[in-house]
Structures are given as C-alpha cells and as structure tokens.
C-alpha cells in the first residue's frame, strides 16, 4: 500500500479556508485517496474519497494532481469544530486503511 | 441508521489480567475492522473480517490477542494476558466492502473502547 506524507501541524483562522496538503508519490493507478479527521476522544470520521478527479461533498473539497502524486484537502469555511487531526490515506487492494500520524489542524478564532 | 457500537467505553485492569472487547457493526456490513490507537499516534489496523473470516491479522500479538466474529455480525477482541503497553484505545469499524469492484470502501468507526492496564 502506498504511503502518505502530511505536515504534522497546521493552523487555520476561523471562517478561512483550510487547505490541508498530503504527498502519495508512490500511488498506483487504480488506488484511491482518502481522508479521515478524528476529533479528541471520537473514532475516525470519514470526509472524502477520491481517484482522479476532484471531489466535492457538504463537508469538503478534495483537490488531486494530475499525476496524482499529491492532493489537498479543503475545508471551505473552517469553524473551531473543525480542530481535529486529519488523515490522508491511500487504500490498496486489501481494502485496508492504514493511518499515518496526520495532521493535527488547528483552528484558531 | 445506526452507527458502529462498542462496549466498555472505558476499562481499567491490573497487568496479567484479562478483558474482552465487543462490537457490534453497522447492519449488513461484511467486513469488520479492529485497530488500536495509543495515545499520540494514529490507529493501527489488528485484524480485518470478511463476514466471520479473518482477511488480515498479521498485526495481531497472537501470543496475547485473540478476535472472534461469530456468524459474521458481532466480534470480540480479547487480551489475556494484558500488558503495561496493551494501555490504548480500541477502535472497531465496519463497511460494506466491495472495494475490489468499485475501489470505494467507507469504515465507519466506533467511538472506541479505552483500556488502560496499571
């Protein structure tokens, strides 16, 4: 499965965008990227997935290179509800989801 | 619907004891996750269950750590006996599966069981 690099540290103003990055240089072609956050004392929550294309739902946006080799996670409209670690992962065959460190972002009012 | 149960939230036990850990999945949910997340660090996966056979446990310290998913539907882990760094919460996820297809493969998690050993 491949790996995943994310800084280890963020901040954000609150009602800014949050733009979290995450390298896979070493994705295959048919593995997706995931994104999980994980709020203190909760399980992981999922947040978007994506192959190829850029992907949008009502929580965020999920921008991927055109070599795929890189993508971003973006929270539009960061609140202080959005303070959490968040979890790039790329899911192989196996159908498992191995978690990195992550990023922990914090949003600050 | 409902989400991914777990039981105890919280348990705290002398080294050398036991404990067992129960989940209970999202209905219909084929494959069943459990990771454990100590504390700092991102959850690690310890065994994956398709319906009520084991896909993966080649995390799992089979020397302490057994799991259990009868008739595919609730699963069971259990530690015996527990160590000083066994101390870590456990989390339990299910999806649907199917990620062999359609590469999608959404785990929906529990709110986790906290252990720690003294």
Same mark, same amino acid.
């Given at each position: 499965d491949a790996k995943t690099t994310q800084p280890p540290s963020m901040d954000?103003?609150?009602g800014r965008a949050?733009?979290?990055?995450?390298?896979?240089?070493?994705?295959s072609g048919n593995e997706y990227v995931y994104w999980y956050r994980q709020i203190h004392s909760q399980?992981?929550?999922?947040?978007?997935?994506?192959?190829k294309n850029n992907e949008t739902n009502e929580m965020a946006s999920l921008i991927i290179t055109e070599d795929r080799k890189s993508s971003?996670?973006?929270?539009?409209?960061?609140?202080?509800r959005d303070?959490?670690? +968040? +979890?790039?992962?790329?899911?192989?065959?196996?159908?498992?989801?191995?978690?990195?460190q992550g990023t922990t972002l914090q949003v600050k009012p | 619907e409902a989400g991914v149960a777990q039981s105890p939230r919280y348990k705290i036990i002398e080294k050398r004891q036991s404990v067992a850990f129960w989940c209970n999945p999202i209905s219909g949910h084929a494959t069943l996750y459990w990771y454990q997340q100590i504390l700092g660090q991102g959850p690690k996966l310890l065994i994956q269950f398709q319906n009520n056979g084991v896909v993966d446990d080649s995390?799992?310290?089979?020397d302490r750590f057994s799991a259990e998913r009868l008739k595919g539907v609730d699963s069971t882990l259990k530690i015996q006996p527990a160590k000083l760094?066994?101390?870590?919460?456990?989390l339990c996820a299910s999806s649907s599966g199917g990620w062999v297809r359609s590469g999608a493969n959404v785990l929906t998690f529990g709110a986790g069981s906290r252990l720690t050993v003294l």
């Open positions: 954000c103003a609150e949050a733009n979290l990055p995450c390298n896979h240089s070493t994705i399980g992981p929550q999922y947040i978007i997935h994506g192959l971003t996670l973006i929270l539009p409209h960061a609140t202080l303070t959490a670690v +968040y +979890y790039c992962i790329v899911l192989g065959y196996t159908g498992k989801l191995i978690f990195g | 995390q799992l310290p089979k760094e066994d101390s870590a919460v456990y």
